[in-house]
């Protein structure tokens, strides 16, 4: 069973940084694809941005210019570096990733963004 397991989430003023973390283990396929979701209370889970293998991105509109996503294939790991964050960004966010053609997701990590 693949296990994703996220960190660095937290509380931050709006305008401030933070930087989550994904870690993938115990998989038999290799990892395609990777990516962070969020889901605020009362909505629907949403992409916030992808990764290929070969670093190829995808980004919602409402984190472009503002969001980095990066990966180190030699650690199963990608980064999530969010700038300028704003209260509208507050939400869980959950690693996602692609394994022999099945998602797999982590628990989520709370990233709460004060006006």
């Known amino acids: 069973q693949v296990q994703l397991v996220e960190s660095g989430g937290g509380l931050v003023q709006a305008g401030g940084s933070l930087r989550l973390s994904c870690t993938a283990s115990?998989?038999?396929?290799?990892?395609?694809?990777m990516g962070w979701y969020r889901q605020a209370p009362g909505t629907q889970r949403e992409m916030v941005v992808t990764?290929?293998?070969?670093?190829?991105?995808n980004y919602a509109d409402a984190v472009k210019g503002r969001f980095t996503i990066s990966n180190d294939n030699a650690k199963n790991t990608v980064y999530l570096q969010m700038n300028s964050l704003k209260p509208e960004d507050t939400a869980k966010y959950y690693c996602?990733?692609?394994?022999?053609?099945?998602?797999?997701w982590g628990r989520g990590t709370q990233v709460t963004v004060s006006s």
């Open positions: 996602n990733g692609d394994s022999g053609g099945l998602p797999y």
């Open positions: 115990r998989f038999v396929f290799p990892i395609n694809t």
């Open positions: 990764i290929t293998r070969d670093g190829i991105t």
